[in-house]
Each structure stands twice: as C-alpha cells, then as structure tokens.
C-alpha cells in the first residue's frame, strides 16, 4: 500500500523493491481490489485511484496516524483482541471490526455491536504514569465527537466518555437521564506498574450505519445514519478518530481542554453515583487528567471516578 501511494509504480519495480515475485506483486494487487482499494493498471503502472472499502488495506491507505490495522469481517470484542496484542508485545495497532459477538461497555455492560458500526480499539504504550490514563479516555471522545461533527452530526460528550446527541432541552426526542441520545462509549483498560504504563487500550463503539430499529428500544441510542438520514464512509470516520486520536495524545493538557469546549456536562446540574457515594451539584469545570469538579454548594468535589447522570431543571 505505501509503495502504491506514491503515485503508478510497474509491476517489476515493485517486485524488486519488496523483493518478491511479480505473481505475488499480482495476487497482492488482486487482494487490495478485493478489499475495496481500485487500483488501476496505466501505462505508467499501477496507482490507486479510489479507497473506499472497509478493510485493513483501504483504512490503512492513506492513513495520516501511526497505526497499523489490524481488521475483523466479526470478532468478539475488539478490546479483548487488542490485550492480546499489547500482552505479544505489539503497540500502534488498531483493532477493527464489522462486527463484534461478545462486546461490553463500562462496568461490564452489554453494549451491541452489529454489523455497520465502528467497533475499534487502539494498542499504544505512552510514556506516561498511569495517573494520566484518563486523559486517553479523554481524548478518544474528543477524536470521535470532532469526526461525527465533520460528517454532519452535532455531538457532544457527557462526562468522562459518552457521546451524545441532542439534549433534555428544546429536543423533540424522548429525553433521556444521559442529556441525550448515546452515539458513542468508550472502554479504557490498562496495564502497568506504579511509575509506567506498559500499555493502553482505548476502545469506543460508534453507532455508525445502524437502523434505529437495529438499536436497543430502551438504551436511549442512536446512530449516526438515524440522525443523518444517509449511511457514512466508515472508513474516512475511522481514519479520522485514528488521526484525531493521534494529534491529541500527544499534548494530553491539550486533549483535556479540548474535551471541556465539546463538554454537554460542564454547567449542568449532575448527580454521579461514584465508589465513595453520591455527589450531586453543578459541574463546573475539569480538571487534568479528567476529574469532574462538581460545586455540591457546599464544597468543591473533584470526581475521578463515577456514573454521572444529568440532572432535569428543577422547574421541571
């Protein structure tokens, strides 16, 4: 794929370059086309002219982030494959999928994973404490939000990592204790010692082209086709979290100021539901790597950890 992205390439240039036969340069050319990669033979040679299949080769194609993928037609879950990835050693991988039999959301909850979905999970072994893991999280949900909004859906996160559509106020929908309707959750899961991470997995679920009527009737979800009327390019969405992900991650400071502008959360009146008890107030603000300042009205309480549920005006 790199080899072809610079522009026509003959077949024996190819062949002596990767070093293999020109019927494997072939055979090879044959699986792109296959997986959705139009690679055409000119006079000049072969050059891609359209990449707009999903799968590894055509997410892969053109991808401005350091990943490589590693794609499923079905698999039980992206995030256990990813751990066994990170436990072989590997990082900078992207696990996805079309389909997922076995997937689970936060705190071990069903979360569905039909075919036409964005089912990903990314391996990366940053240099950093474990104390900063949140940040990833973070900024995973802000790389999913900003590629919704590019394909025309005005999302938002509820903190630490749903993203939302659509709110309790002025939306014509069946309102929900989210603050709106579920596009997306993001599962974290982590590996390391005191001072290091070993690894990091970060896995959101983005309900991409499912048919509401495919969607759980009492999970308050919904999907980006619902919301747009028309599927989206899978493949640019998961190119665009992936680059998103990757420009974020290096200024994690930054990823959290950034979560706070796409923020549904901060200045609503919130109950989070956390290991220590209830804490119920204003959100106020975030702080790095990710706690939610919550004024109770007595105190100012930094939440690291919780089910937050957003709260209905009191005039309602």
């Known amino acids: 794929m790199d080899a072809l992205a610079e522009g026509p390439v003959s ?3 190819l062949a002596d370059r990767l070093d293999v036969s020109r019927a494997a ?6 699986a792109l086309r296959e997986a959705g990669v139009a690679v055409e033979s000119t006079a000049d040679g072969y050059v891609v002219s359209e990449a707009s299949g999903y799968a590894g080769e055509a997410i892969a194609y053109d991808l ?3 990943f490589n993928i590693d794609y499923h037609d079905s698999v039980g879950s992206t995030n256990d494959r990813a751990r066994e990835l990170a436990g072989a050693g590997h990082a900078g991988v992207a696990v996805v999928a079309d389909e997922q039999t076995a997937s689970r959301g936060r705190l071990d909850r069903e979360w569905v994973s039909p075919p036409g979905g964005v089912w990903l999970s990314v ?5 950093a404490p474990p104390a900063h893991a949140p940040a990833y999280t973070l900024a995973m949900a802000v790389a999913v939000t900003r590629a919704c909004r ?3 859906v005005d999302a938002r996160i509820k903190w630490p990592n749903d993203v939302l559509v659509g709110d309790d106020e002025g939306d014509e929908a069946e309102p929900t204790e989210r603050g709106g309707r579920k596009l997306c959750g993001v599962l974290t899961e982590m590996e390391g010692e005191a001072e290091r991470v070993s690894w990091l997995v970060v896995g959101p679920g983005l309900n991409a082209n499912i048919a509401p009527e495919d969607l759980p009737a009492d999970a308050g979800a919904t999907s980006l086709l ?3 009327g028309e599927p989206v390019d899978r493949r640019v969405i998961v190119q665009r979290i992936l680059e998103e992900f990757d420009a974020l991650t290096a200024d994690l400071r930054g990823a959290v100021d950034a979560w706070e502008e796409y923020a549904d959360t901060v200045g609503r009146r919130v109950r989070v539901d956390t ?3 209830i804490v119920e107030g204003e959100a106020v603000g975030i702080e790095f790597p990710g706690a939610l300042v919550v004024d ?3 105190e100012m309480v930094r939440v690291t950890a919780g089910d937050c549920e957003h709260l209905r005006p009191v005039d309602r």
Do not use: K, M
């Not at 340069?25 to 044959?30: D, L, Y």
């Open 296 to 298: 109770t009205g007595e």
């Open 64 to 66: 401005d982030a350091p």
């Open 11 to 13: 077949g024996p240039e």
């Open 25 to 30: 340069v072939w055979n090879h050319v044959e």
């Open 150 to 152: 590019e394909a025309g």
């Open 275 to 277: 290991p220590g008890g």
């Open 226 to 228: 619902a919301e747009r």
């Open 123 to 127: 391996v990366v072994r940053p240099e």
